[in-house]
């Protein structure tokens, strides 16, 4: 699924740096269904939206470079904590391991931008 996100930003823009906001943002907007599905018990949408999130952090780590440096490890250990935090609030309804994911992913589009200058 983060795959086909991407690719579907790929048709709108060739800017590698464009389509890693758009993941990020991509995963703000599944985690706020996320959180929505849980308050309205909703089992189906919250496991729906928590699968098309885990499948953008999996891209990400897919698509990291190591040859880069230490912020590729870094980074690929975030993306895997926020995968484990995912699964686990999903079987727990809880919708502070959801607003800590949210934070985390916020917190990395102002990184992104900051670095980026997008």
Do not use: C, H
Not at 10 to 21: E, F, G, Q, R, S
Not at 70 to 83: M, P, R
Request: charged share 25%; no cysteine; aromatic share 12%.
């Amino acid at each position: 699924m983060g795959l086909d996100v991407y690719n579907q930003q790929a048709a709108v823009t060739d800017d590698p740096y464009m389509l890693i906001l758009k993941l990020y943002e991509g995963l703000l907007k599944y985690l706020s269904f996320v959180k929505n599905a849980i308050e309205e018990g909703n089992i189906e949408e919250k496991f729906e939206y928590i699968n098309k999130s885990i499948a953008i952090f999996d891209e990400m780590r897919n698509i990291l470079d190591f040859d880069g440096g230490d912020i590729a490890y870094y980074l690929d250990g975030l993306y895997l904590y926020q995968i484990e935090t995912l699964f686990s609030a999903g079987i727990d309804d809880n919708l502070n391991a959801i607003a800590q994911v949210t934070k985390v992913v916020q917190g990395l589009i102002e990184a992104w931008k900051d670095e980026t200058g997008l």
